[in-house]
């Protein structure tokens, strides 16, 4: 059993979950992570594609992943909506000759770029695609959002664009939706029609760790199960902010020497 082990505990964690948040959800934290990139973009309509692409190659060691996205936008310039909307295939493939990720390669990488191209030039924004299948749940609509983009540019499956229904956490869209729709120091935003209490928890190996220990979480694998499991509970703490806390509890581990476990421990002895 885990720290917060009933309902009224979690209710009443939501004092030193907010005392987290004032401590550890701070702009200075933020380095090195992908999310840094999204504040050199004032529009929206460069943001998102600016956070899309840092979310989506979050995966690996966070030096490369940095070098990895600086390739990319590079490439794309000063605002990369225009540059994509008006770019051909013949001179992606081009740009992105050599092009390296993990498991990401240059005809990946093209592809993904030539799907929001294609849904830039329809006249729609990554905003607008999402809100036309969005009715307040925004785990039903990721499956919808990545299936109709990939469509856009002719694909039927890409591992930069998970789905759900496939059993994946969709950690990577879930840290790009927190991006664009959260608003704070840590945050950016630029959605304002999507409300945050439909977000869904961006959950990793160390989040799962994590929330495991708090009692958050009774699933054996980080999966999405899981995900949703662990957002119910976060509900419960922050009804219309579920990952307010995201980036704070993972911050804590790496700027704290106590353990989470401790600090939580500590506060029931006072409560």
Known sequence: MGVLSDRAEL???????????????????????????????????????????????????????LKSIEKVLSVLGSSPSEY???????????????FVHRFTDENEMVGFLSCISELLKRGATLESLFLSFHEGDSWQTVEKFSAELLACGGKEKMYLLPKPSKGSACKRLALFLRWMVRSDEVDPGGWSKISPDSLFIPLDTHMFNICSKLGLCTHRQPDARAVKEITEAFKVIAPEDPVRYDFALTRFGI???MQLEELFNRWKEKN
Do not use: M, T, W
């Open 255 to 257: 700027r704290s020497d």
């Open 84 to 98: 994509l909307k008006n770019v051909n295939q013949a001179e992606l493939k081009e740009r992105f000759q050599g």
């Open 11 to 65: 209710v009443k964690s939501h004092v030193i979950f907010e005392k987290l948040y004032k401590d550890f959800n701070k702009r200075i934290y933020v380095s090195p992570d992908p999310l840094q990139f999204l504040y050199d973009y004032d529009l929206p309509e460069d943001r998102e594609i600016v956070g899309l692409i840092a979310s989506s190659l979050a995966y690996g060691r966070v030096a490369q992943i």
